[in-house]
């Protein structure tokens, strides 16, 4: 162990503080969840699909409320521990070895404790939400040599160039500024056509059938 060594306490605070502050935030969105799932009850519906539901919403309630409550011990595990680390460098005595010894020695344990939590936070979050058991999926792949001959489909010979279209000297692209302009003559003609069937004089007088 070098003197430097001997300087500091073990542990890393700045580690232990950003632990916090992530476990911390990310309670925000666990207890909002925990909080609003009970209230997802099916209003418009009825009879066994209501009940299905309503059952369904009940166990995903408990296992939010189940969630927050492995997060929540784990917070108050990382700031006590957070604490601690932090406090060590004012209770370390470089010249006393005994003390750093025990210092040492506590701080060893209270490292492995949090481990030990969030192992079983770990073991426990996968209990609550089990990830669901996926069956093989058949991607074997056929040796080549395995394959009969007659299974395989001949495939079409593909032609060397592709023919070129006929082209058409007389066929000629009208320009989008010819259909426009053949839109706009129509629609200033049918206006005019409206205009004179509303204004205009009667030429004859249509006889109705009785």
Do not use: C
């Not at 492995?70 to 460098?89: I, K, Y």
């Not at 979050?125 to 394959?147: C, E, K």
């Not at 593909?158 to 023919?163: N, R």
Request: glycine fraction near 4%; proline fraction near 8%.
């Amino acid at each position: 162990m070098t003197t430097e060594d001997l300087t500091r306490p073990p542990g890393n605070s700045n580690w232990v503080r950003n632990l916090v502050e992530t476990l911390v935030a990310q309670r925000e969105p666990l207890a909002e969840g925990a909080a609003r799932a009970p209230k997802l009850v099916p209003q418009f519906w009825a009879g066994t699909t209501a009940d299905r539901v309503e059952a369904r919403m009940r166990a995903e309630g408990d296992a939010w409320q189940a969630v927050l409550e492995v997060h929540d011990e784990v917070v108050r595990r990382a700031e006590g521990h957070n604490t601690f680390v932090h406090e060590l460098p004012h209770l370390w005595h470089p010249a006393d070895r005994a003390e750093r010894a025990r210092y040492a020695q506590l701080w060893t344990g209270a490292a492995v404790d949090v481990r030990e939590v969030l192992l079983r936070a770990a073991a426990a979050l996968d209990s609550i939400a089990p990830q669901r058991a996926r069956g093989p999926v058949d991607q074997a792949v056929t040796p080549i040599w395995g394959v009969a001959a007659s299974s395989i489909e001949p495939v079409p010979d593909w032609p060397v160039q592709d023919p070129d279209p006929p082209y058409q000297h007389e066929q000629r692209r009208t320009s989008i500024n010819g259909h426009v302009f053949e839109y706009r003559r129509r629609l200033v003609e049918q206006e005019r056509l409206f205009e004179q069937l509303l204004v205009g004089p009667r030429s004859a007088r249509v006889r109705w059938q009785h």
